[in-house]
């Protein structure tokens, strides 16, 4: 099958609330745009914010019917809004991080049977020897998450080994969990996937591997042995044979390449919406990797995702894992690694601020960033060591640091270096946690990544340690007030800047991964080719200052105090 137009690139991002799809032409434009939102879109679920929650057990979990549906529906309206399916030379995805979904016999027989007359919903939901998958912000795994940050010793020596210590959400200590409460269905479970690699695999027409970035969001895979960590499979394996469970794996089948041809799509797609038979399935990765492929990132460039969650990425050639960061392989560059930093209480928390500040559902952003713009910074006065407003806001229990959903507000004099609870006299409530909110998520940025930014050079050597640019992405990347308590509290010598399709940001860097993985020459890297084809007036807007001499060291001292918030609260855990 031949097609004369220009060649197109699909990029699928499956993330908590949305199905986004983008195609792109080798220039890197983005041509046709669909998306599926899943509290408003679907049919049948009874979801909110795109999952289901049992409080009783901090479960927080979403059916893969729903994602299922998503997919069928962004296909129709692509097809609808006229894209020719045989322009597609190739297909990647971006999937939230750490979920896993369990495939039964019948699964891996449907995926090579499907019928092309019907719907995948249809089709694929019996699939599955458990018909959800946990979300990121699952919090059930504690006592799971204790055994994997002992198993090597602790949580540095486990960091050091698969680049993070144990998390709630990590596939690791679900796995775990998932076989101590449904023995039955573990022994059922044929393969496991991550949401990543559960999309390649509906491309694919069967059970695809893992990506070489997303594997090391498990707590399993061994970084810089390339390879299961023995002692840590045993562990999720339990009882049962470690060669079990690296069979449901997928044993040692992880390509190294991040644009490794797993073979050519299903031809339940070819028939069905008329795909190029030659259609190449590249790897699809996190959702998190997937974003620093939205752009050709430089050295000490830093995203900042602004989505449900928050994240903070950089790349660098640097292996120096840390329990409170993440590091990863590069999805794309071998020698390369991804630092990231990722909190539950990103989107929902401001969002909880926000409704908190008005009734008007037309206004709720403008009066949030009107508050927050008319509020002085920390809530001082002129004088940079008066005192200090500060508070951690929590709806869910938090990651980093680990503690129980709460808010806690305090007063600290940076003088003393003193914490005392805000009262009513010093914390005007809701007003003032518009600002907090936004300055103590940066805040926390800044104190975990304080040890991995670098000096600047060259004419900028006399500046503090900070990121080169700040770029945002992400639904809130669009806030004014935001972006600019961003460069306040993150520094950026060049400034804060957003991607024009931040909000697609993920599903943008799985169409540059689909891209780069086809038409790429021999050795060439994807940020050699992105770079070459980069027009950056096209892609990105400066939109804040970033690095302000005195605003950012007065920061610099509220870092302090956040510290000490956060270890005040975990006394108490």
């Not at 979904?101 to 092309?116: F, I, K, P, R, T």
């Not at 799971?144 to 680049?163: H, I, P, Y």
């Amino acid at each position: 099958m031949t097609n004369t137009k220009s060649a197109l690139y699909l990029g699928f991002d499956l993330s908590t609330q949305q199905l986004k799809g983008l195609a792109v032409n080798s220039d890197l434009k983005v041509e046709y745009e669909a998306k599926f939102d899943f509290d408003t879109d679907a049919k049948g679920f009874n979801v909110h914010k795109g999952v289901l929650t049992n409080e009783a057990e901090n479960e927080v979990y979403a059916p893969l019917t729903l994602w299922l549906q998503a997919l069928d529906v962004v296909l129709e309206k692509f097809e609808k809004g006229g894209l020719d399916f045989g322009r597609i030379r190739g297909v990647s995805a971006a999937g939230m991080q750490h979920g896993s979904v369990y495939w039964n016999e019948l699964g891996e027989h449907a995926l090579e049977s499907l019928d092309d007359s019907r719907s995948l919903q249809e089709q694929l939901s019996e699939a599955f020897s458990h018909p959800y998958s946990p979300n990121w912000q699952d919090a059930s795994t504690q006592k799971q998450c204790d055994a994997f940050d002992s198993c090597l010793g602790d949580g540095s020596r486990l960091a050091q080994a698969t680049g993070s210590k144990a998390h709630h959400r990590f596939t690791g200590p679900q796995i775990l969990r998932f076989r101590a409460k449904y023995p039955d269905k573990y022994e059922r479970t044929s393969r496991i996937s991550l949401v990543s690699s559960f999309l390649a695999s509906i491309f694919l027409g069967k059970v695809a591997p893992f990506d070489i970035a997303d594997v090391c969001g498990m707590n399993l895979w061994d970084i810089k042995a390339g390879a299961w960590n023995e002692d840590l499979v045993s562990l999720a394996a339990g009882s049962h044979e470690t060669s079990d469970l690296k069979e449901k794996l997928g044993a040692a089948n992880v390509p190294e390449d991040g644009g490794a041809f797993l073979g050519t799509i299903s031809p339940y797609f070819v028939k069905r919406y008329g795909f190029n038979d030659a259609c190449a399935i590249a790897p699809s990765t996190g959702d998190n990797p997937s974003t620093i492929l939205a752009l050709p990132l430089r050295p000490m460039d830093a995203i900042v995702s602004l989505g449900t969650s928050t994240t903070f990425l950089m790349s660098t050639p640097y292996y120096k894992p840390d329990p409170a960061v993440h590091f990863m392989n590069h999805p794309t560059t071998a020698g390369l690694y991804m630092f990231m930093l990722c909190y539950k209480n990103g989107g929902l928390a401001r969002e909880e601020v926000r409704d908190s500040l008005s009734q008007s559902s037309e206004q709720l952003w403008q009066t949030f960033d009107n508050v927050a713009s008319s509020t002085s910074p920390l809530g001082q006065s002129s004088d940079p060591t008066s005192q200090m407003r500060l508070g951690l806001f929590f709806p869910r229990p938090e990651i980093v640091p680990n503690v129980r959903a709460g808010v806690w507000r305090y007063i600290y004099n940076p003088t003393m270096n003193e914490l005392r609870e805000a009262d009513k006299a010093t914390w005007r409530q809701p007003e003032d946690d518009a600002r907090a909110i936004v300055e103590s998520q940066f805040l926390s940025l800044r104190l975990r990544s304080r040890g991995l930014v670098e000096r600047p050079t060259g004419v900028n050597a006399h500046l503090p340690p900070q990121p080169r640019r700040i770029y945002l992405v992400g639904g809130a990347s669009r806030n004014a007030a935001i972006a600019k308590t961003a460069g306040e509290v993150l520094g950026g010598v060049e400034g804060v800047y957003r991607l024009d399709v931040g909000e697609n940001a993920c599903a943008l860097g799985a169409a540059y991964k689909a891209l780069w993985a086809f038409e790429r020459k021999p050795m060439q890297s994807f940020e050699e080719l992105i770079s070459g084809r980069w027009k950056e007036h096209d892609f990105v807007k400066r939109i804040a200052v970033g690095y302000q001499e005195g605003i950012f060291e007065r920061y610099g001292l509220a870092v302090e105090g956040l510290d000490m918030i956060e270890k005040e609260v975990l006394k108490g855990e």
